[in-house]
């Protein structure tokens, strides 16, 4: 099982950016796909996240509007389009993979498979 996530870089505030995070040793039916951020000095946050099998989806109040989770089955991949973005959007992004719920409950994230971040920086 693996995932790697990409797409992160520098943009300016208003400016948008589309994270992918690529799967591989398992397909995306009947898992959940999350998104989340760390900020330098602040708690990793749930982002967003999807059910593969019933496309629930669950996004943190602060993006609600401007982010949206989507999939790709036939590329195994699942994106992260982020529009309007802020500076408060600054911090490392990591893809996971867990087969519990979508959501921000930290068990839902219990045992999970986890990507390697990349870094969106959203600056003038």
């Known amino acids: 099982v693996q995932l790697q996530a990409s797409g992160g870089g520098l943009v300016q505030p208003g400016g948008s950016l589309r994270l992918s995070c690529a799967a591989s040793?398992?397909?995306?039916?009947?898992?959940?796909i999350g998104w989340f951020r760390q900020a330098p000095g602040k708690v990793r946050e749930a982002v967003s996240c999807?059910?593969?099998?019933?496309?629930?989806?669950y996004y943190i109040d602060s993006v609600k509007g401007r982010f949206t989770i989507s999939r790709d089955n036939a590329k195994n991949t699942v994106y992260l389009q982020m529009n309007s973005l802020k500076p408060e959007d600054t911090a490392v992004y990591y893809c996971?993979?867990?087969?519990?719920?979508?959501?921000?409950?930290?068990?839902?994230?219990?045992?999970?498979?986890w990507g390697q971040g990349t870094l969106v920086t959203v600056s003038s």
């Open positions: 999807s059910s593969m099998n019933n496309g629930a989806t």
């Open positions: 996971a993979m867990n087969d519990k719920g979508c959501g921000a409950n930290t068990w839902y994230w219990f045992g999970a498979y």
């Open positions: 040793g398992f397909t995306l039916d009947d898992v959940i």
